[in-house]
């Protein structure tokens, strides 16, 4: 592998106001993308170029978001699973959790839904639970009865939740138990992955992961190590990471080989600051793009011009309002304003 290119973010713009507008902005061919904004109650409609278009209260503190073939974007919250018509910007349902929450928190440590998948039919979605009493549980949503219809154990703080492409198992990622829990979503059993390769001190957690097209799924360490796992055999591969950073989301680009892994800033055995890295998985070559602020997730625009950053750190309180879009040709950076600390993503087709 080469030694990574070091970017410092150019032209950086500061946020504009909501009530500013260009004529030139009136037209915007910019994919409408739609967050979670972790801080509040709502998801938020955003213009990457006009700012946020809508926003629709989904339920206390939410987190997750994935979204159906049918156009149904599916929310968890504090409370509930929202489910939210992306074509009519309206909630219609808020399907609540079958062990009781307790009174809404906000936070990392929030009981409640974290990540969440649906079947490849869209049949199911599963839901990563963290419970009040400190346990994980995969619980499993009906999304046409929109009714629980089965739970499995997991670890700790499910964090993220990748279904096979097959549907035939669901992988959720234990954030506090360094494991990854494979249930099978025939039957609800389980097994559990060891995904640890820095070891388990307290920061070289597995957070999120992106998911191949043949199923392995990508898990990046502290900018040192990509994890590239296969789940159904638990067999991994590592390639070397350069941002000596503490990373978060990460997005796979559609040609496959482009890799974005947002990194927060320094914890733990990482101590760079806050970075995008961009990674060519064929060459393993490297660029890593400085910048000013942490970020929680990221997605890339379907020509792959630009990738956007969410603000909404998890960690310690150390989210902002807005999202970082940066230009993936020049690298430069802008920063747009949304509410309530923007922490999910997903681009609406």
């Not at 409609?45 to 503190?61: I, M, N, T």
């Not at 927060?264 to 060459?283: F, H, M």
């Not at 999202?323 to 997903?346: A, C, F, G, K």
Request: net charge negative; proline share 8%.
């Amino acid at each position: 592998m080469s030694s990574p290119t070091l970017v410092t973010a150019a032209s950086a713009t500061p946020m504009p106001k909501p009530t500013q507008r260009k004529a030139t902005e009136r037209a915007s061919t910019s994919p409408t993308l739609l967050v979670s904004n972790a801080t509040g109650r709502s998801v938020s409609f955003v213009d990457p170029q006009r700012g946020v278009l809508a926003q629709v209260e989904v339920g206390a503190a939410p987190w997750g978001i994935t979204l159906g073939a049918d156009g149904r974007a599916f929310v968890t919250t504090a409370e509930g699973v929202a489910v939210v018509d992306t074509a009519t910007r309206t909630r219609l349902a808020l399907v609540p959790y079958t062990t009781r929450m307790g009174e809404p928190q906000f936070g990392e440590y929030r009981p409640g839904g974290i990540g969440i998948a649906l079947s490849p039919d869209g049949r199911f979605a599963y839901v990563g639970m963290y419970l009040p009493d400190g346990t994980g549980r995969l619980d499993v949503l009906d999304t046409a009865n929109l009714e629980f219809a089965g739970s499995a154990p997991t670890g700790y703080r499910p964090f993220q939740v990748v279904v096979s492409p097959d549907g035939s198992e669901a992988y959720v990622l234990d954030h506090d138990t360094f494991t990854i829990t494979a249930v099978d979503t025939a039957n609800l059993n389980t097994r559990t992955i060891d995904v640890a390769p820095l070891g388990k001190a307290g920061f070289d957690k597995p957070h999120y992961a992106a998911q191949r097209p043949d199923g392995r799924l990508l898990m990046p360490y502290q900018g040192k190590v990509l994890m590239n796992l296969d789940p159904t055999s638990g067999q991994f591969i590592t390639m070397s990471l350069t941002a000596n950073t503490h990373q978060h989301g990460l997005a796979l680009g559609p040609d496959g080989q482009t890799l974005l892994i947002v990194g927060t800033g320094a914890a733990g055995s990482a101590t760079g600051g806050p970075s995008l890295s961009i990674v060519n998985l064929t060459t393993g070559d490297e660029k890593v793009l400085l910048l000013s602020r942490p970020h929680e997730w990221v997605a890339i625009s379907p020509d792959v011009r630009e990738a956007y950053l969410t603000g909404g750190y998890t960690f310690a309180n150390g989210g902002w309002d807005g999202l970082t879009i940066v230009n993936l040709q020049t690298l430069s950076t802008r920063e747009l304003r949304v509410p309530d600390q923007p922490q999910d993503i997903v681009i609406l087709p």
